[in-house]
């Protein structure tokens, strides 16, 4: 098939998205004055001041001053005919002359004279009186020369960023691309690392303890952290820490030396220290609010992405899409870029709420500020050729609908679909994953990237056909080989059952239930009275036919985590509870469909218990409305475990979920969580 690389139709996006050109600015680097450009300072005393007068010739003289011969000072001064200072026991000229200091006989001796230079003295500069004019003058008299020696080669200095150890194992590791796009940044590259092989991410971060983390661990505490929204408002892109310059040793550079001798021999001297250490992260992130945001995302998305919380591949795959571009030039980059910061907003607006802090509200709305941004660029983006076929296209769309989830799970089905538009443009699954290049050891690109985003938007779909009851299409039985199919040799890796939490094997039955469920339900839509029909006989089997298909399934048990298992189990029991209730109208106080509710119910206390709850929110909903009495209170119970993975989105499904408790209470129509979704219009997409 022939990959389409014109220009996404305009009526498929202009209802969608309005094309931005959103520009950030980035200053350029920080200046660098050459050597010859430092005036002369002959009156300087800091040991710091800095000379390139050219060294004097060996026969050149000076011009000194002529002095009257000293009468009352040491025999070696009168000989020599300088200047004596006097000093007792050994004047100042001897020391220095390294001669013998000799008096005549009867003179008194007195008190070494207080120099004026002492304080240079102290820093360890070689003070040189005044000499007598005479040709024969000590190697202590002659004038200070530079040293010829470059400056010894400074180590690249410490950017604060923690070591290996001080990391949890759990926590995902990404090696800092190297930058050289420009002075600042080459300097800025020797202070990260000078030997960086890629844009590497561990799959076992463990068995890497030499390489540094790129993103530092941030504080759990948010605290401090409440009032950035007001401190650095969310246009803030000029804002940037000092730049540093360090001096340079080269050889036209390098001959740096004071005014004065520095003797070092004693003490080396040192520096100035700067006032701010450059952060690795601005050139990707200029602001300070944006490196906040992105190191709590980077910080978070484990324990609120991945179910099975032991790497971190979206991490992975959406920061090198970023680490690869710098300067803002790629409208896609930047579209990932802001629903990335968004993302980090949402759920800090998340954790302000729930802890009773101010700057939720503000937090919130600076999440859908940059989800804005990102949905106007990535229009920008698919406007062109390129941007059509570019992986990272796909990626903002994926990171976007993220943000549409965490935010209550509305407003998700313009973004989606456009994912999905991108995936048909490029020729569908099969093809895509077949043009996509191979992948790097060690790292998420390629077509495992490739393939990561698919899963990701596939099962995106399949949870939100839940919502809206339409049938899935990239797990449609007529194009699903690509699930189960490897494009080519190098298409040998999957990350969606540590993503979600569930086996690949499982997914595509899933897929069968969800969609034949809701041919059922759309069916039943348009026949208003129902009668004992063949067409509903035929249901009725298909139903049974699933139900025992599900219960006889067994996944790949052997090596597989204990959270995928209990996942396994999860959505079996649901997918059961689905076709007992909305296939074979089987009411909530069924004892079947009570045993699959409450063996639902216990496994996902479990995984709350442990902290592994990401993505079993509607397992809860669907088994969760069909509990009565006491067994309510192990639902909310369930809802507050997960609330410390989750965002919004947990709030929609406990509403859902105490509306259907409402109506059966009340014997009200429409008791089930389908018709809430229904009446109350939410069509939320949950995972």
């Known amino acids: 098939m022939d990959q389409t690389t014109g220009p996404l139709p305009q009526e498929s996006l202009s209802h969608t998205f309005g094309v931005m050109s959103d520009t950030l600015h980035y200053s350029s680097p920080s200046n660098y004055v050459s050597p010859a450009y430092f005036p002369q300072s002959h009156h300087s005393t800091h040991m710091h001041a800095m000379t390139t007068s050219p060294r004097p010739e060996s026969g050149a003289q000076r011009k000194r001053p002529k002095y009257t011969r000293s009468k009352t000072g040491c025999l070696t001064c009168r000989a020599k005919k300088i200047k004596c200072d006097e000093a007792k026991p050994n004047c100042v000229r ?155 040793a080269t050889p036209h550079h390098g001959h740096f030396s004071s005014q004065r001798h520095i003797d070092v021999s004693s003490n080396t001297p040192s520096w100035p220290a700067p006032l701010m250490q450059p952060d690795p992260l601005e050139p990707y992130f200029t602001s300070v609010q944006e490196r906040t945001l992105i190191r709590h995302y980077c910080d978070n998305a484990m324990s609120i992405i991945m179910a099975f919380p032991h790497e971190n591949p979206v991490v992975a795959a959406n920061l090198q899409f970023v680490f690869d571009h710098v300067g803002g030039s790629d409208s896609a980059v930047e579209s990932l870029r802001m629903a990335l910061l968004g993302t980090a907003a949402v759920h800090q607006s998340f954790m302000f709420s729930r802890v009773g802090q101010r700057g939720a509200d503000e937090a919130m709305q600076l999440a859908l500020s940059f989800r804005n941004k990102s949905k106007r660029l990535l229009a920008a983006a698919c406007s062109t050729s390129d941007g059509l076929q570019s992986d990272v296209a796909l990626g903002a769309a994926v990171a976007i609908v993220l943000i549409d989830i965490f935010s209550a799970g509305q407003n998700w089905a313009a973004t989606l679909n456009l994912a999905k538009s991108l995936i048909h443009m490029r020729g569908g699954p099969a093809v895509l994953l077949a043009r996509s290049p191979h992948s790097k050891p060690g790292t998420v690109s390629g077509v495992w990237r490739a393939r990561l985003l698919l899963e990701i938007v596939a099962v995106y779909e399949l949870f939100g056909c839940l919502a809206n009851g339409q049938e899935p299409t990239l797990l449609s039985p007529n194009v699903s080989s690509w699930w189960v199919e490897n494009a080519n040799a190098n298409d040998s890796r999957s990350y969606v059952e540590k993503v979600f939490g569930m086996s690949r094997q499982l997914i595509p039955l899933l897929a069968r239930v969800i969609a034949f469920v809701a041919r059922v339900l759309h069916k039943r839509s348009r026949i208003k009275e129902l009668g004992d029909t063949m067409t509903d006989a035929d249901d009725a089997n298909n139903a049974r036919a699933l139900y025992a298909l599900l219960d006889n399934w067994t996944g790949r048990t052997e090596n597989s985590p204990p959270r995928i298992t209990m996942g396994d189990s999860v959505y079996r029991n649901v997918a059961q509870i689905m076709l007992l209730r909305d296939v074979l109208c089987l009411g909530p106080e069924d004892a079947l469909v009570q045993q699959h509710a409450d063996t639902v119910l216990s496994l996902c206390m479990d995984c709350g218990q442990c902290r592994m709850s990401v993505d079993l929110n509607w397992p809860v909903i669907i088994a969760g409305s069909q509990v009565f009495g006491s067994n309510r209170a192990r639902v909310l119970s369930i809802f507050q475990y997960f609330r410390a993975q989750c965002c919004y989105e947990i709030e929609t499904a406990e509403h859902i979920v105490l509306q259907v408790w409402k109506r059966l209470d009340e014997k009200m129509p429409g008791a089930d969580w389908r018709s809430v979704l229904s009446d109350h219009d939410l069509r939320a997409l949950i995972l």
């Open 94 to 248: 001897c020391v220095h002359g390294q001669r013998e200091c000799t008096w005549p006989e009867g003179v008194p001796a007195r008190k070494k004279p207080t120099s004026k230079r002492e304080p240079a003295a102290d820093m360890n500069l070689d003070i040189r009186p005044s000499t007598a004019g005479s040709s024969s003058v000590s190697d202590a008299s002659t004038p200070p020369t530079r040293d010829i020696t470059p400056p010894t080669k400074r180590e690249p200095m410490e950017v604060n960023i923690p070591s290996l150890a001080s990391r949890r194992h759990s926590e995902p590791m990404l090696q800092l691309p190297t930058v050289a796009t420009d002075a600042s940044a080459a300097r800025r590259t020797s202070l990260i690392s000078s030997s960086a092989p890629s844009h590497a991410y561990p799959l076992h971060p463990s068995a890497h303890t030499q390489m540094l983390p790129a993103i530092p661990e941030f504080s759990t505490s948010y605290s401090a952290h409440q009032s950035y929204h007001s401190a650095y408002p969310v246009n803030s892109h000029h804002m940037q820490t000092p730049s540093l310059v360090l001096p340079r």
